[in-house]
């Protein structure tokens, strides 16, 4: 089982930019679908983009398309979010987890992912 901490979070401005990292335990990152979830205070889990276990596809929400971009690293067990022109809707605590079907890419549902970390606060001011 995936043991997943991430980091890179932290208090911006509008308009700035922030890397997302994730660093996974063990061998089998590179067999994992992978995605990143949000949320934010009171509201549910929001589906953020999702990587493919090769990295030859990815997906993205509406509301971050153009300005998130997922990346994969499986030689170094490190999934990225690169979040550039950053609003304060962005503002969320941030969670990379694992597909719980494997390579398989799921599909948008923060059920079919798991298990979850602590996750990473990301705070943009305006």
């Known amino acids: 089982q995936l043991q997943l901490v991430e980091s890179g979070g932290g208090l911006v401005q509008a308009g700035d930019s922030l890397r997302l990292s994730c660093t996974a335990s063990g061998r089998t990152f590179g067999s994992y679908a992978m995605a990143w979830f949000r949320q934010a205070p009171g509201k549910d889990n929001e589906f953020v983009s999702a990587?493919?276990?090769?990295?030859?596809?990815?997906y993205y929400a509406d509301s971050v398309k153009d300005r998130f971009t997922i990346s994969r690293d499986n030689a170094k067990n490190t999934l990225a979010l690169q979040m550039n022109a950053l609003k304060p809707e962005d503002t969320a605590v941030y969670y990379c987890v694992p597909s719980r079907r494997g390579s398989y890419y799921p599909g948008r549902s923060d059920s079919d992912y798991g298990p979850w970390g602590q996750g990473i606060q990301v705070t943009v001011s305006s």
């Open positions: 990587i493919t276990d090769i990295g030859d596809y990815s």
